[in-house]
């Protein structure tokens, strides 16, 4: 099973910058699906953007034009490009991974298979 360590969090203010890395290890992120999930206090974990195994990409509505989701395969990283950043976009960010067959839909990562989560890195956005 992979695993996964997310880093690159951390407190910006309104309209900057940030780059998530999820490094996975026990497989290679050229065979996986992977998306980025985000959970704001009190709301749910939603989807935010994801990658098929063949690179396909969706985003969710909110980070459509702001962030763009890639992998490194020479890295075994998935990353998460944030820009013009929000105080919306304030939340835990997760990454998960789950072998094919998978699908996206608005950002989100749906499989039926069990998808292996890291520990999560935190994103503030101040106004």
């Known amino acids: 099973q992979v695993q996964l360590v997310e880093s690159g969090g951390g407190s910006v203010q309104a309209g900057g910058s940030l780059r998530l890395s999820c490094a996975a290890s026990g497989d290679s992120v050229t065979k996986l699906c992977m998306g980025w999930f985000r959970q704001a206090p009190e709301k749910e974990r939603e989807g935010v953007a994801g990658?098929?195994?063949?690179?396909?990409?969706s985003y969710a509505y909110s980070a459509q034009g702001r962030f763009t989701i890639s992998k490194d395969n020479a890295k075994n990283t998935l990353y998460l490009e944030m820009n013009s950043l929000k105080p919306e976009d304030t939340g835990a960010y997760y990454c998960?991974?789950?072998?094919?067959?998978?699908?996206?839909?608005?950002?989100?990562?749906?499989?039926?298979?069990?998808?292996?989560w890291g520990q999560g890195t935190q994103v503030t956005v101040s106004s």
């Open positions: 990658i098929t195994s063949v690179g396909g990409t």
């Open positions: 998960a991974a789950a072998a094919p067959p998978c699908g996206l839909a608005s950002g989100t990562l749906q499989t039926r298979r069990t998808l292996s």
